[in-house]
């Protein structure tokens, strides 16, 4: 969820390619793929994972048009998801497709909109949040709200809402790491299968229990760079995410 550049100098190298990782194609022409990414795919090659991610999938099916990318252009990513969320990557094939989606990128004129189930319900039941967002390493790499953070914001609205839970749409300004899931523990309602953002006010045995993380990058929208025309995708969540959305009995409007 952020829109810097995703390769570290380990990825120099062209990743290998693997025909077995297994994603959704939900549009793809000569200049770029928009894909949709299962929950439990980490997105790029990195400790750990140097031949089970997404862009080993790509290269699989695409290794050509991202080898021309080369690292410089990230092998074509130009944002990824954290490996427990699901939905929408847009992929570009070509260099100038590539410089054109990221100056889009880091001048915010794309339309990014994930879906949330979380715990409790936010109140006011819409709202914009703009709390800072500063990069920590403890143990694992995460975020903390400080004044001293880059600006994050995030606008977001209650789809669906019980005693306990609710849906959220959330479309997000800016995209830094872990953003949404920080803004929503500020809230004080956490998404549901969350590990690391947990209010101190509430434990964790106290939210549902799930088999994800709850977050599912829904729509995406952009102007494409070769029709200059403006696009928009939408992924339906995944059976896992509908089927939490069921036992919490709580509803996406229009499904």
């Not at 997105?43 to 862009?55: S, W």
């Not at 059976?239 to 499904?255: C, I, K, S, Y």
Request: with cysteine.
């Amino acid at each position: 969820m952020r829109y810097k550049a995703t390769h570290s100098p380990a990825s120099s190298r062209p990743p290998a390619a693997n025909p077995a990782v297994k994603y959704d194609t939900v549009y793809a022409d000569a200049d770029m793929v928009v894909i949709g990414k299962p929950a439990g795919l980490v997105t790029q090659p990195g400790l750990g994972h140097q031949k089970d991610t997404l862009l080993n999938g790509l290269f699989a099916d695409y290794g050509r048009q991202l080898h021309q990318l080369g690292p410089r252009r990230d092998w074509g990513l130009l944002h990824r998801l954290d490996r427990q969320t699901s939905g929408l990557l847009v992929v570009a094939l070509c260099p100038e497709v590539y410089d054109a989606l990221r100056q889009d990128f880091q001048q915010r004129r794309l339309d990014k909109i994930y879906l949330a189930i979380v715990a409790g319900r936010p109140d006011p039941a819409q709202g914009v949040v703009q709390a800072r967002l500063k990069e920590i390493h403890a143990g694992i790499k995460k975020v903390i709200i400080s004044r001293t953070g880059e600006p994050a914001v995030s606008a977001y609205r209650v789809l669906s809402a019980t005693a306990t839970a609710a849906l959220v749409e959330v479309r997000i300004k800016t995209g830094r790491l872990h953003q949404i899931r920080a803004h929503m523990m500020f809230l004080g309602t956490p998404v549901c299968g969350e590990d690391i953002y947990i209010p101190e006010s509430l434990s964790a045995e106290k939210l549902p229990r799930t088999p994800r993380l709850c977050l599912h990058a829904w729509k995406l929208g952009f102007q494409h760079p070769s029709e200059k025309q403006w696009r928009e995708f939408i992924l339906p969540p995944p059976t896992d995410f509908l089927a939490v959305l069921h036992r919490l009995a709580l509803n996406l409007p229009g499904q």
